[in-house]
């Protein structure tokens, strides 16, 4: 098993669309209003819908009377950089077939500071984890084993995966994936609210821990006889890429935005072509509020489950 890019049908945007990007400015701001408001400017901080009107870069409620603009609480918030470069930041990671990696980014985009892509790929990682949020559902698989992300380094991060697989062709579905402290029924319970559609049939090791479930209307279930157990393949594959893509470069505290990035690709193979991919990444874009480079940097632990 080896996850790259979406596997979808390629369905470009119009060239056109993509030659504006890279030349237009005011042809960039109207696509992304659009995209963040279709029905007319709705306001950030009292939420007042406003009929609908040319796009503009700044905006001032009628209603409050707050300034904002198209990049209020969203994770373009404060960059520099131009809103074509954006998108077209968005689309090359939805679309690429090379590795991606910040490395990459910078050369894809002609950026002359490594820390601008790196940044960037950490916010649109953020984004990833916004965008995917629907959990598993049906027949899922629960597992946890330990990752390397750096093979050459000690450190080593207890993941924890639940798999879809897809009846009744039995083809594999969503997954969901997150850092944790320590495999406890509470820390599994916690992560099942979100990653597990409540009335799944779960079945999961045979370890006393998965026994102890506060199984919030999920029942336990027998694998299937033919049933290929993927969690410990995922997490496997995991450690594989990060260390292959990345070149051991991923930091325990960074790890769960790598493990978001992995499931929103696997995932989004489920959507039918690539503008769905840049759309639903694009809602995440827009959805997700902004988080500054120091904290990116920081040595809090991200979205890790206690």
């Given at each position: ?56 870069r700044i905006l001032v409620c009628s209603h ?35 590795e991606i990696s910040a490395k990459n980014l ?8 490594y820390q601008t892509a790196w940044t960037w ?186």
């Amino acid at each position: 098993m080896h996850v790259q890019m979406p596997q979808t049908k390629t369905s470009p945007l119009p060239e056109q669309q993509q030659q504006q990007w890279c030349e237009d400015e005011t042809g960039s701001l109207a696509f992304l209003f659009h995209k963040r408001w279709p029905q007319g400017f709705m306001c950030p901080y009292c939420h007042w819908q406003h009929p609908p009107s040319p796009p503009s870069r700044i905006l001032v409620c009628s209603h409050c009377g707050h300034p904002s603009s198209i990049t209020t609480n969203t994770i373009l918030h404060g960059s520099k950089k131009d809103l074509g470069q954006w998108l077209q930041a968005i689309w090359w990671l939805c679309t690429a077939e090379t590795e991606i990696s910040a490395k990459n980014l910078q050369r894809f985009l002609h950026l002359t500071s490594y820390q601008t892509a790196w940044t960037w790929l950490q916010k649109l990682r953020m984004a990833m984890a916004a965008a995917d949020t629907t959990p598993c559902r049906g027949l899922v698989e629960l597992g946890c084993a330990l990752v390397l992300p750096a093979w050459e380094k000690p450190q080593q991060a207890l993941v924890i995966a639940a798999a879809e697989t897809i009846q009744p062709a039995g083809i594999p579905g969503r997954i969901r994936m997150s850092a944790i402290n320590i495999l406890t029924a509470e820390t599994i319970t916690t992560f099942l609210r979100t990653a597990v559609e409540p009335g799944s049939s779960l079945f999961t090791p045979d370890l006393p821990v998965y026994q102890q479930l506060d199984r919030y209307d999920l029942s336990l279930t027998e694998a299937p006889p033919d049933h290929l157990h993927r969690t410990g393949e995922l997490i496997k594959e995991v450690e594989v890429w990060l260390n292959k893509v990345h070149r051991g470069g991923v930091t325990i505290k960074h790890l769960q935005l790598y493990l978001d990035e992995f499931c929103f690709r696997n995932n989004s193979a489920l959507l039918p072509d690539q503008e769905a991919v840049f759309n639903l990444l694009l809602q995440g874009v827009l959805a997700n509020k902004p988080k500054p480079y120091r904290e990116l940097v920081s040595n809090q632990q991200e979205r890790r489950l206690p």
